[in-house]
T-cell receptor, first 114, second 115 residues
Framework: QQQVKQSPQSLIVQKGGISIINCAYE??????FPWYQQFPGKGPALLIA?????SEKKEGRFTISFNKSAKQFSLHIMDSQPGDSATYFC?????????????FGSGTRLQVQP | GAVVSQHPSWVICKSGTSVKIECRSL??????MFWYRQFPKQSLMLMAT?????????EQGVEKDKFLINHASLTLSTLTVTSAHPEDSSFYIC???????????FGQGTRLTVV
């Protein structure tokens, strides 16, 4: 099973609040879990990524939490700003096909209100 | 670093014509490049994977004769939409990955409109 399930579909957060987006996967061969940010009409930009040997990774206001046993990972955006308003995609990949193609979640539209 | 440039950003073509989209890795050698299609308010759908110097691997349901992919060098991959029809109108995005690295970086996308 290659699917990556992402929730919520949309999210409204007040400026300064914490945005939390969740993803779950089935394929235990996945060993790389990135998050991408996409603005309308643009390509996705890599935000932060994690491997299953760590439970948390933080870069600035962005934190990934990873639960290997539950096969879940989440993105936390601290002190959310209006400029963070975008669509966020979680993804996962493995080398089992030799390609390391990304399997994407369905996306979360984040709106940060001023 | 890790810049992927996609050209053109948008293109309008007449039904029945062919359109070529270029994807270049500007500051690294991309042994693997991926082509995605994205419909409005939807996720990215992988169309095909290309490795430099070899034939592309297409995902199930993607017509290889309609979407021709060429990866002739370590910095350039092209997607040609042949005999385009209005239903081919979409946002096409490429990504590139360097050998030995896990990160994939995306181009800015190409908005194709077939009229």
């Amino acid at each position: 099973q290659q699917q990556v399930k992402q929730s919520p579909q949309s999210l409204i957060v007040q400026k300064g609040g914490i945005s939390i987006i969740n993803c779950a996967y089935e394929n235990t061969a996945f060993d790389y879990f990135p998050w991408y940010q996409q603005f309308p009409g643009k390509g996705p930009a890599l935000l932060i990524a994690i491997r299953p040997d760590v439970s948390e990774k933080k870069e600035g206001r962005f934190t990934i939490s990873f639960n290997k046993s539950a096969k879940q990972f989440s993105l936390h955006i601290m002190d959310s700003q209006p400029g963070d308003s975008a669509t966020y995609f979680c993804a996962a990949s493995s080398m089992d096909t030799g390609r390391r193609a990304l399997t994407f979640g369905s996306g979360t539209r984040l709106q940060v209100q001023p | 670093g890790a810049v992927v440039s996609q050209h053109p950003s948008w293109v309008i073509c007449k039904s029945g014509t062919s359109v070529k989209i270029e994807c270049r890795s500007l500051d690294f050698q991309a042994t693997t490049m991926f082509w995605y299609r994205q419909f409005p308010k939807q996720s990215l759908m992988l169309m095909a994977t290309s490795n430099e110097g070899s034939k592309a691997t297409y995902e199930q349901g993607v017509e290889k004769d309609k979407f021709l992919i060429n990866h002739a060098s370590l910095t350039l991959s092209t997607l040609t939409v042949t005999s385009a029809h209005p239903e081919d109108s979409s946002f096409y995005i490429c990504s590139a990955r360097e050998s030995g690295r896990t990160e994939a970086f995306f181009g800015q996308g190409t908005r194709l409109t077939v009229v």
